[in-house]
T-cell receptor, first 117, second 110 residues
Framework: NAGVTQTPKFQVLKTGQSMTLQCAQDMNHEYMSWYRQDPGMGLRLIHYSVGAGITDQGEVPNGYNVSRSTTEDFPLRLLSAAPSQTSVYFC????????????????FGEGSRLTVL | AQSVTQLGSHVSVSEGALVLLRCNYSSSVPPYLFWYVQYPNQGLQLLLKYTSAATLVKGINGFEAEFKKSETSFHLTKPSAHMSDAAEYFCAVSQNQFYFGTGTSLTVIP
């Protein structure tokens, strides 16, 4: 059981280049999300999805696009990379549960370290 | 929107001493609460979670946390620190979205 798989683990880009970070989960989770982690700022939500065909913005969505064509996959696209997007990116998934919390335990991928020169 | 506050971005304890990492949340409705741990160059893994059952929650590696509604707190403790506990710890709240604190880096001094 692979859980949440992210690729690539490391990537170096030049300013203005575009790229896609891949995320796949094999737990049939409805909820998937992308976070970026920067020193002293914890994890900040970029985009999330509650099911195939449904996506929404998080706290820091600018410069990123997502799509959810299948339950398993949730790629994150950087349209025109900027040095401010240098960060570690985490994909996470969860089941949706009834009640006020809505989302159960988040399962994380191992992260993708992106450097934009 | 929810907010999660972790007091102390860096905590140092001696090996064998009590570990106490603080977390407060803002919510009028008791949410689900979580503690995650992140070892260097790794993803986050779940330490423990509160889902409105017992207020004292036991997790992995000897950690536990107590949900106190009156104080809106969910502090993480471990009676005796081990060198392997050195890591970054994140408190999180689930209420339609996940809201994370900014993390506490735990250093264990031999």
């Amino acid at each position: 059981n692979a859980g949440v798989t992210q690729t690539p683990k490391f990537q170096v880009l030049k300013t203005g280049q575009s790229m896609t970070l891949q995320c796949a989960q094999d737990m049939n989770h409805e909820y998937m999300s992308w976070y970026r982690q920067d020193p002293g700022m914890g994890l900040r939500l970029i985009h999330y999805s509650v099911g195939a065909g449904i996506t929404d913005q998080g706290e820091v969505p600018n410069g990123y696009n997502v799509s959810r064509s299948t339950t398993e996959d949730f790629p994150l696209r950087l349209l025109s990379a900027a040095p401010s997007q240098t960060s570690v990116y985490f994909c996470a998934s969860s089941g949706i549960i009834p009640g006020p919390s809505g989302i159960g335990e988040l399962f994380f991928g191992e992260g993708s370290r992106l450097t934009v020169l | 929107a929810q907010s999660v506050t972790q007091l102390g971005s860096h905590v140092s304890v001696s090996e064998g001493a009590l570990v106490l990492l603080r977390c407060n949340y803002s919510s009028s409705v008791p949410p689900y609460l979580f503690w995650y741990v992140q070892y260097p160059n790794q993803g986050l893994q779940l330490l423990l979670k509160y889902t409105s059952a017992a207020t004292l929650v036991k997790g992995i590696n000897g950690f536990e946390a107590e949900f106190k509604k009156s104080e809106t707190s969910f502090h993480l403790t471990k009676p005796s620190a081990h060198m392997s506990d050195a890591a970054e710890y994140f408190c999180a709240v689930s209420q339609n979205q996940f809201y994370f604190g900014t993390g506490t880096s735990l250093t264990v001094i031999p």
